[in-house]
């Protein structure tokens, strides 16, 4: 079974910093996912990652995959209130999402 | 339109009683999913279905039910409910089976009294 390990599991930091969370795993995907959920919703798909080394940009958001496709990192620049959220990353055939990470930017 | 919309949103029911959740999909998926989102925002996969065939059951008891009457639908009915089964049961679909992006409904959120 394919597992996906997120780290850190809880965030708190202050508009305007950067940060970086990570999902690592032990097995090879052919591909990641990262999606948002905000409370009372489901998630939602903000990048997918294919090739390993592949780094992809959403306005503050910058997705690599690892050059192994066993992990993947996002990293947020210059943190807003409305990044608040759990970001969860996924994939496989099973579809199999980690834990998540819980990211709270106060303003 | 909502691409994947399930029923209800929220269901409060008594330790012993049948219930069915529902949930319809407009994207034209093949694939479709339940997840159970338990209180520490853990999301695990339940059942999934390609073509309303069942290709993933993991270790659920055998309490729980999906019935996919067509590839736009894909029902989840739980018998003798109990506590440990309170959480927020979400569907999803994909175009494809898995490595896909995936659509998720806004929930249903299931408390066991």
């Known amino acids: 079974t394919q597992l996906l390990e997120q780290s850190p599991q809880f965030l708190s930091i202050q508009e305007g910093e950067n940060l970086t969370v990570y999902c690592n795993s032990s097995?090879?995907?052919?591909?990641l996912q990262w999606y948002r959920q905000e409370p009372g919703e489901g998630p939602v798909l903000l990048v997918t990652?294919?090739?390993?080394?592949e780094v992809k940009k959403l306005k503050r958001l910058t997705f690599q995959f690892g050059d192994a496709r066993k992990d993947s990192s996002l990293h947020i620049t210059a943190a807003q209130p409305g990044d608040t959220g759990l970001y969860l990353c996924?994939?496989?055939?099973?579809?199999?999402f980690g834990k998540g990470t819980k990211l709270t930017v106060n303003p | 339109d909502t691409a994947v919309s399930q029923t209800p949103k929220y269901l409060v029911t008594q330790m012993g009683n049948d219930k069915s959740i529902k949930c319809e999909q407009n994207?034209?998926?093949?694939?479709m999913y339940w997840y159970k989102q338990d209180s520490k925002k853990f999301l695990k996969i339940m059942f999934s279905?390609?073509?309303?065939?069942?290709?993933i059951n993991e270790t659920v008891p055998n309490r729980f039910s999906p019935k996919s009457p067509d590839k736009a639908h894909l029902n989840l009915h739980i018998n003798s409910l109990e506590l440990g089964d309170s959480a927020v049961y979400f569907c999803?679909?994909?175009?494809?089976?898995?490595?896909?992006?995936?659509?998720f409904g806004q929930g249903t959120r299931l408390t066991v009294v």
């Open positions: 990652v294919v090739t390993g080394g």
């Open positions: 999803a679909s994909s175009q494809d089976i898995g490595d896909t992006e995936a659509f």
């Open positions: 097995s090879v995907f052919s591909s």
């Open positions: 996924a994939g496989g055939k099973k579809l199999v």
């Open positions: 994207l034209g998926h093949d694939t």
């Open positions: 279905y390609n073509n309303k065939e069942l290709i």
